[in-house]
């Protein structure tokens, strides 16, 4: 018998795959995915509105939210710095400065022209002994305004400058006056330090060391406008002077009635010769003395004209006490002065100012102003000279600060030199009554720019009382020479040496200043 067959397998049914024919005419067609029903009900259509807002989830947004709130307040933070204005200086401090400087102001009033006064005429060996005294004095400046303070030191030199113009309104002896002029020189370098510190004080209240360093200019360059100020109207009371006290001077020798009187004065006739300069050397000063004529102050006017210098000389002992501060300077830099370049390379340009400046003050006043035309033309070269020189103080530091500081040493020496070379040249005749206070004015100028320049290099910056210390020693000394000058050598010879020294000065301020720069840049690259 033979098996019988599988039901189960004869009831499962076959499945054929189907297959597709070249002719099929759907076999390009992609095979779609079914969509539930449920998603099509489910779906939003474009115009119906959602019933609740759409929700992102909060970590996805929350980072972006917190940078836009740092950067927000960063933002705010630097406009609020713009903004800003930068801190001023303290009221009272400033008000302090203001009282000082005109305090300098009164004290240069009385001082510069009464120096003038004194050194055209036969009292330049007492102004000689009183620089040099001051000259010995400087180097020890620092250490006497660390144990006395700014406010001792400003008091006391007033006060002796006072005294000094009081002793000269009576008959005081020779004897009394040397060691009055010996006191004074004591505390003219000490005042001088005391009032670039007190300048340097008031500039480290102002912030930053950028505005540190424009503090400082502006409060030296108050200082300087306040002293020319002094100098003006210090020269202003002269000629005033001059108006109510006049005193002719006439020939001591009349000529006799038969014999014609030439066109020329002696004097002129004199100015003519070849050899005239030669033969004026010291302390005459001027060509043929006896026959000079012009104007200058009688006895009682300067008695009265001295009284007046000495009273403003007063006011600024009370104006200094109440401007100057009462603390005592910090102590002197512990490094060696020798080996600092504004020391070493300082002291020419240092000597070169008190030369140039003790020879306007002496030789000449005398020789191209009191000998042309008396006091009246020694007047207008005076002013002239304090006018411009507080005019080219005002603007040269503005040019300074903007860092053309070797150009306007380069131009400063040529116009100098040229200054020279004319003096040289010409011979001062009553002819030409405006040349001398026209030469006058262009050395103040030139006198301005290296007092400017200098003061903004070694004024400042860290250990700079001793090397200031030093510069003011040498001019000093070179107004001392000067004043000693007057009386020993001719103007002829004291021309070429103020050239040679002008020119080891400028040699050495541009060295100076270069060396500084490389300083600065190398600094600035670390």
């Known amino acids: 018998m033979g098996s019988l067959p599988d039901l189960t397998e004869r009831s499962r049914p076959v499945v054929r795959a189907a297959s597709?024919?070249?002719?099929?005419?759907?076999?390009?067609?992609?095979?779609?995915?079914?969509?539930?029903?449920?998603?099509?009900?489910?779906?939003?259509?474009?115009?119906?509105?959602?019933?609740?807002?759409?929700?992102?989830?909060?970590?996805?947004?929350?980072?972006?939210?917190?940078?836009?709130?740092?950067?927000?307040?960063?933002?705010?933070?630097?406009?609020?710095?713009?903004?800003?204005?930068?801190?001023?200086?303290?009221?009272?401090?400033?008000?302090?400065?203001?009282?000082?400087?005109?305090?300098?102001?009164?004290?240069?009033?009385?001082?510069?022209?009464?120096?003038?006064?004194?050194?055209?005429?036969?009292?330049?060996?007492?102004?000689?002994?009183?620089?040099?005294?001051?000259?010995?004095?400087a180097p020890f400046s620092p250490l006497i305004l660390q144990?006395?303070?700014?406010?001792?030191?400003?008091?006391?030199?007033?006060?002796?400058?006072?005294?000094?113009?009081?002793?000269?309104?009576?008959?005081?002896p020779l004897?009394?006056?040397?060691?009055?002029?010996?006191?004074?020189?004591?505390?003219?370098?000490?005042?001088?330090?005391?009032?670039?510190?007190s300048a340097t004080s008031l500039a480290q209240a102002a912030g930053d060391e950028c505005r540190r360093k424009v503090a400082l200019r502006r409060a030296l360059r108050a200082l300087r406008a306040a002293q020319d100020v002094g100098?003006?109207?210090?020269?202003?009371?002269?000629?005033?002077a001059l108006i109510i006290w006049p005193e002719q001077i006439t020939p001591l020798t009349p000529a006799p009635a038969n014999v014609t009187i030439p066109k020329l004065s002696p004097s002129e006739e004199y100015f003519l010769e070849d050899d005239y300069e030669e033969q004026t050397c010291g302390a005459s000063g001027c060509p043929d003395t006896q026959s000079t004529l012009g104007t200058v102050l009688s006895a009682e006017g300067r008695r009265l004209l001295v009284a007046v210098w000495a009273a403003l000389a007063l006011a600024s002992v009370g104006l200094g006490v109440y401007g100057a501060t009462s603390t005592p300077a910090p102590p002197p830099?512990?490094?060696?002065?020798?080996?600092?370049?504004?020391?070493?390379?300082?002291?020419?340009?240092?000597?070169?100012?008190?030369?140039?400046?003790?020879?306007?003050?002496?030789s000449y006043l005398k020789w191209y102003g009191v000998c042309v035309d008396g006091w009246w033309c020694a007047w207008r070269a005076l002013i002239g000279a304090g006018t411009l020189q507080g005019l080219a103080a005002a603007t040269l530091s503005m040019a300074a600060a903007r860092g053309r500081r070797v150009a306007l040493a380069a131009g400063g020496g040529a116009a100098h030199a040229s200054l020279v070379l004319a003096l040289l040249r010409w011979r001062a005749a009553r002819t030409d009554l405006a040349l001398p206070a026209l030469a006058a004015a262009a050395w103040g100028a030139c006198a301005s720019l290296w007092d400017v320049l200098q003061g903004g290099i070694c004024i400042g910056g860290p250990g700079w009382r001793g090397p200031w210390s030093a510069v003011?020693?040498?001019?000093?000394?070179?107004?001392?020479?000067?004043?000693?000058?007057?009386?020993?050598?001719?103007?002829?010879a004291q021309l070429p040496a103020l050239a040679i020294v002008l020119a080891i000065a400028l040699a050495t301020h541009i060295a100076l200043e270069l060396r500084l720069r490389r300083g600065e840049t190398s600094r600035h690259r670390s």
């Open 20 to 137: 597709r024919t070249v002719s099929d005419p759907h076999r390009h067609r992609a095979v779609l995915t079914q969509i539930p029903v449920s998603t099509i009900y489910k779906k939003e259509w474009p115009w119906k509105k959602p019933k609740a807002p759409i929700r992102v989830a909060a970590p996805a947004i929350a980072p972006r939210r917190r940078d836009s709130a740092a950067s927000s307040v960063g933002a705010a933070s630097v406009r609020r710095l713009l903004s800003r204005q930068p801190p001023k200086l303290p009221k009272p401090l400033v008000q302090r400065f203001t009282l000082l400087c005109v305090s300098s102001g009164l004290c240069a009033t009385a001082l510069h022209p009464f120096t003038a006064f004194a050194g055209a005429e036969a009292g330049s060996f007492p102004l000689a002994i009183m620089h040099t005294v001051a000259a010995i004095t």
């Open 333 to 362: 830099d512990a490094r060696s002065v020798a080996r600092d370049p504004r020391a070493i390379l300082g002291v020419p340009m240092g000597l070169f100012i008190g030369l140039q400046q003790g020879f306007i003050y002496t």
């Open 231 to 240: 100098l003006v109207f210090g020269s202003l009371l002269l000629g005033g």
């Open 472 to 492: 003011i020693c040498a001019r000093h000394a070179g107004l001392a020479i000067a004043c000693a000058a007057r009386h020993t050598l001719c103007v002829r």
């Open 147 to 172: 144990k006395t303070g700014t406010k001792v030191v400003i008091t006391i030199a007033h006060t002796l400058v006072c005294l000094l113009l009081t002793a000269h309104t009576v008959a005081t």
């Open 175 to 197: 004897s009394v006056l040397l060691p009055l002029y010996g006191l004074c020189g004591v505390a003219l370098s000490p005042m001088s330090l005391a009032l670039a510190a």
